[in-house]
C-alpha cells in the first residue's frame, strides 16, 4: 500500500465514523484537544500525520488503528 492509498483510506475511514457517530469535525477536533483546520488538513494528506495522531483519533473514535487503514470498514455497531 502506498502512501496516498494509506491516506485516502485512513481519512474516508474517519470520515465514515464521524458519519455514523453524528459527530462533525469539530467534535473530533476538540476531542483531540487541536483546532479544526489543522485536523482538516491531516486528514486531507496537506501534512503527514505521526503515528500518534493516528492513535489518537482511533482512541477518539473507540477504533482500532488498523480499522482506519481497512478497505472495507466495519459499520459501528453499538
Known sequence: ???ST???LFSDNVKNRL???GWSHQDLADALGME?????RALRGGNSPRLVFVENVANALDVEVRDLFDPRPQKVTG
Do not use: K, P, V
Open 1 to 3: 500500500m502506498d502512501n
Open 6 to 8: 494509506a491516506m485516502t
Open 19 to 21: 458519519s455514523e457517530y
Open 36 to 40: 479544526r483546520t489543522h485536523l482538516s
